[in-house]
């Protein structure tokens, strides 16, 4: 798959608060939660983004507590993609079986930039940072795991294994 | 090959063999936990999946705690749901109302969990239990709809940081300055992916409360688990609460990623500022900085024996004016039992507030929410930016001796000083 957006970058261990404050979560809602996506770090952060931009976050991104609604409100505030320098890893988890894709480039991440045109290529498993003519390479995750990705996610996954049942 | 706490318990719930760090395996699991805000997602995912029964009635632990007594419609709402699906699939550990406590200080109380175990919670403070010996760690709502519907998860094998505690512990030294210091010492992601895993004669003589509190906070190094032995204190615990258990010990050839020593002889009452559980400071050097409330509880430090050390502070004593002092027991009995040795009395003379178990104020719920500028010293385990309410609001975290004697005083004070 191909995704391409704008590049917004935030810092290192961004948390589940920063990501969807507690209040929030009082729905299941990925519309309603992507409202409030990262207003835990700048109230209006969201109204920045546009639908299909990327994440860019620094060191532990995702750290903090397991609400599977940090990975939703990001999928419903319309953003498909974080690049991070590395993961916290119930998040990673969590991202994972949602659907985000979570791409995980180590210090790597410090050639992109704030507002930096990005193309990525699942396929070829690369980062393209378009205005900048460079690429990423990202790293395969474990075979475990590429047959959740294959199956759909978790979701699909475990179905899946009932009606095989 | 000598196997780590994890790895022991990893094989013991395997078919395949477990070779070493990084290998991904299946593993049957024991008990399945999820709360009221994270138990909603998961019901969803199980009727995605097409799940129709859990896997094991009496291994689904459901707990509602975290916006409990409900603060509003919506919370309420989600309640309801989980106590439907609670009476549907007839889960025989639903807790709600009265009987409900937050999970963590719950169910070791329960003797729902013991050493050995593989334990995954939709919190990431599941890794609590790894203070009794139980493999326990947090998962997202859909891994434990996968769980609730077949007993099992998939783990990366983690490497293990063996952290080991020297010495003898100051006075006013608890368990949770043992934690934050090694916070302090390694970052919130010095442990990531990886497991904790305590030895050393302070742990050795540390009750089982106090290995809680330390497992507890493992996740804030970015902890898989926090893995303690399960020794003669441990199965006494246990047994206590009406289990009988195996001792669990380290191979001793096991092999470490790391070791990281921490000498408890030159360690004093320390707090964690704001923003981040890794900023932590000698009580001494932050000294004198104003607060406004003071939180004791929640499933870090909400035990009978912080309330004994808060107690201890605060008896015959007056909170500063202008600071609210919260004390939520973290359970029905450690509320019954705080009423039994008149800690309530001494908490309710020095003019502090009461309330119910309850997650609450911790995350940011209710009961006890930060306006902007304001600040907070509590027992808890999160201090990020907003955690507790305003994004311009700061919370230190600290143990409940020094957050007692803060709320005396309304400034960060050592409790030697009151």
Redesign the interface.
Known sequence: MIFQGKAHKVGD?I?T??II???F????DPEELGKHCLS??E?NFIQKVAKGDILVGG??FG???????A??AILGAGIPVVIAH?F???FY??GF??GLLLLEVGEEVEKISEGDELKIDTQRGEIEIVNKQLKIKVNPV????QKIINAGG??NF??A???GA | MGKTLAEKILQAHTQEEITGPGQ?VQVKVDKVLAND??A??AI??FK????TRVFAKDRVILVCD??TPNK?I??A??VKKVREFAAAQEILHYYEGGEAGVEHALLPELGLVGPGEIVV????H?CTYGGLGAFAT??????I??AM??GET?F?VPETILVKVRGKLNPFVTAKDIILKLIGLIG??GA??RVLEFQGEVIELLDIEGRLTIANMA?EA?G?AGLFAADEKTLAYTREKGREDKPLFPDKEARYEQVVEIDANGLQPVVACPH?PENVKEVEEVKGIKIDQVVIGSCTNGRISDLRQAAEVLRGKKVAKGVRLIILPATPNIFKQALKEGLLEIFLEAGAVVGPPTCGPC???HMGILAGGERCLATTN?N????MGS?ESEVYLSSAYVAAASALTGVITHPKDI
């Open positions: 261990h948390d608060d920063a404050p507690a209040r979560l009082v729905t299941t835990g770090l109230e060191k532990n750290c903090g507590s397991s609400r599977e609604h990975p939703l590395s916290a890893r119930i988890r969590n079986n949602m474990p075979e475990f795991m978790l979701i475990a179905q294994r009932i009606k | 991904i805000i994270t909603p997602l969803e995912s995605k999946m097409g799940a975290h916006f509003d919506k919370s709402e989600q919670g939709a919190d990431s599941t947090g998962l997202g709502s859909t891994d709809a996968y519907a077949f998939w990366k919130v992601d990531l992916y996740i970015g898989k981040l995350l940011g719920g999160r990020f930016k907003g955690r994004l």
